[in-house]
């Protein structure tokens, strides 16, 4: 693990201080200046980069090195997880010299063991990303190519109201089943809920602020919802008997994933293809469904972009196209010949009788 170097000052001069087998070292950087002393320190720490890899740079140390690099961000946590399965397949190979066919014999173990294309391509544009910072960084030559497998065909899985409340009835953990109502009443992706803690759930307003200032900022955004009904109960007999800041938390302590929880209520309930996005996708439907417009679902579900609700939920509103319908709207009544009365079909054989003979040749 690469030291963490800051600059200090020290008898009038700075230094580079850094902590290294559980001792603390110092290195002048030669400046009493301030701007100068960040230069050097930036000057030293590559140097120092240099000077300690390893003679064989491995996938594993390129990995580690670049979750390390993206610090507290989303992404570092997921890599942590894919490495399970990225580590054992790639960990100890020599990073510069992996193969196209590398990737597709990865792609295709993974594949056997019943993952999903999606989640194999994620894994690999994971670890495509972290060779290519590692060529960005000098670290390696040049990054290899890592081929994607085809991204699968989105998912249209959603519940219904009824199958929403028997999944909620088979959650057996308290944990899960307050996951599953915040979830079904929100819109909140799983990440937001889990990291969810009191101060920030407002009675008073019957507010929710997922939007937790201290959270590195990326492109998934996240709201703020006022609690319905459901959720103002749920949150309500949760907080009664909280033990811990979080909403979420099983023995007191934060729970890092409700997966598992979520397999399980599902295969009790005979619906197991249910995932935590599911239910995120369900609330939309519900709204729209409900003649919610298609502004308010995108504030509600914080999209960046209203387009994109629209795009993936405005079929499952009873209106959604009902205007253009109505424009073409024909009133055979009022087109038929002046007291004359007659149906549609007898209107289309009244025509057929008039058409002249020379029309009749080609049919």
């Known amino acids: 693990m690469q030291p963490k170097f800051r600059a200090v000052i020290f008898r009038g001069k700075y230094y580079a201080v850094w902590t290294e087998n559980g001792e603390v070292r110092r290195k002048s950087l030669r400046t009493a200046d301030r ?3 960040e230069a050097e320190l930036k000057r030293f720490v590559s140097d120092f980069e240099i000077a300690n890899r390893p003679p064989e740079i491995t996938v594993q ?4 090195s670049y979750r390390e690099a993206l610090g507290a961000k989303p992404t570092a946590a997921t890599m942590g997880f894919e490495w399970k399965a990225v580590g054992p397949f790639f960990g100890t190979k020599a990073a510069e010299i992996l193969t196209e066919q590398d990737s597709l014999d990865y792609a295709a173990q993974r594949a056997k063991a ?18 290519l910072w590692a060529q960005k960084k000098k670290i390696i030559g040049v990054a290899p190519a890592i081929i994607l497998p085809e991204a699968s065909a989105p998912r249209d899985s959603r519940l219904t109201k009824s199958q929403a409340v028997k999944f909620i009835g088979a959650c057996e953990m308290p944990h899960v089943r307050l996951f599953v109502i915040l979830a079904l009443t929100t819109g909140a992706r799983m990440g937001a809920i889990l ?6 759930v407002d009675f008073d307003q019957s507010l929710i602020y997922f939007e937790d200032p201290d959270r590195p900022k990326t492109n ?6 006022p609690m319905n009904k459901t959720a103002r109960a749920a949150l309500s007999a949760a907080r009664a008997g909280a033990t811990s800041p979080y909403v979420i938390e099983w ?9 598992k929880g979520l397999a399980s209520a599902g295969e009790r309930c005979g619906l197991p293809w249910v995932t935590a996005h599911v239910f995120r996708h369900s609330a939309a439907t519900f709204m729209a469904e409900d003649r919610v417009s298609m502004a308010e679902i995108a504030q509600f579900l914080a999209h960046a972009d209203s387009r994109l609700t629209e795009r993936v939920y405005a079929r499952f509103s009873p209106d959604h196209l009902r205007e253009a319908a109505d424009a073409l709207e024909i009133d055979l009544m009022r087109e038929a010949v002046p007291g004359m ?23």
Request: charged share 35%; aromatic share 4%; net charge positive.
């Open 251 to 259: 023995a007191g302590q934060p729970v890092a994933s409700v997966k």
């Open 61 to 64: 140390f390129v990995w580690d």
């Open 114 to 131: 019943g993952r999903r294309p999606s989640t194999i391509r994620t894994e690999l544009a994971h670890l495509r990303s972290a060779l």
């Open 35 to 37: 701007g100068s002393a």
């Open 195 to 200: 990291g969810l803690k009191w101060d920030r």
């Open 341 to 363: 009365e007659c149906s549609t079909v007898q209107l289309h054989r009244t025509t057929e009788q008039k058409r002249p003979k020379r029309d009749r040749k080609g049919e």
């Open 220 to 225: 998934k955004r996240r709201g703020n919802p």
